[in-house]
């Protein structure tokens, strides 16, 4: 059956899509407001390590392990005669991460709960009118979006890049980005147990110069397994030094009654910077080539990198 001149399955998969970007509307602003409530100001940096580590180790290596851990499931399911095996796996994670929550003790203040009831589009505004007045914020929010869509670009080159380098073959691309997923942890390591306590607007700038070094060196030679490994650790590595500090900056200098608003904001931004590149980067290394598009990826970095020489060291 039809609808639209669509296959009704298509139609079908469309709408839970829609339906679960809705929703996550709302715990994934919530999920991030949380973090400051359980955790005292003097620990978010590691809270936030650990927390940003895993998040971009597993939005790279999602792309590699997911089709085969979904496919392992599924083989598993059709033993037992159950053909909805790639489902419930994907419906039982969403339910063991509701069951933590529940059991989550916030210490949440009645003083910090919104009590009054406001119109979406209001809340919407005024977080959009804080982050105009909150320098600081807006330009840390504006980073992660930049390093959310070059890690969202790199995971559609990984293939193009695969093939590339002598000795490996498109399909092992995944092998690349655990290379970064692996980087990321370093970064995330050392951002943890620096000892001099470096601003963090020097961190997050010396990591988007050293994320573009790494993208420019990528782009120039992909001749060598090694060097492309290497290079791909390095840029997880500097992630992490831009991840971090600023998700941190914003968490630590959001007021409890502008973390919903401010958080929401975040979770669309980051959602287009990933939805983007996805579905650009492709069509950018048909018509560009490999090494102009890693070049265009080096080149938003180091915009990246002006914008947190912007924020100003408190």
Known sequence: REIFNLPWGFLLILLITFLVSTATQFFAPAEQATIPLIVEKRDLLAANSLYTTTMMAMLIIGFAIGDPLLELVDNWGKQLSFNYGQEFIVGASYGVAGLILIVLNTKEKNKDKQTEEKHP??????GLFYLQKNHRVRNALCQLVILFSIFAGLAVLAVRLAET????????????????GVGIAIGGTLVTHQKKGIPYTKLSFWGSIG??????????????????????VIIGIFAAFVGIPMQTTIQGETPPDMRGKVFGLQNNAVNI???????????????????????????LGIIGGILTSLIPVK
């Open 211 to 232: 994320m573009s070094g790494a993208l420019i060196g990528l782009s120039v030679s992909t001749e060598s397994l090694i060097f492309t490994f290497i290079t791909t």
């Open 273 to 299: 910077a990933l939805s983007l590149p996805l579905a650009l980067a492709g069509v950018a290394e048909t018509y560009f080539g490999l090494r102009i598009v890693l070049f265009i990826l080096a080149l």
């Open 121 to 126: 589009f209001e809340d919407i505004k005024e």
């Open 165 to 180: 380098i002598p000795g490996m073959e498109a399909s092992q691309f995944g092998y690349l980005l655990a290379s970064t």
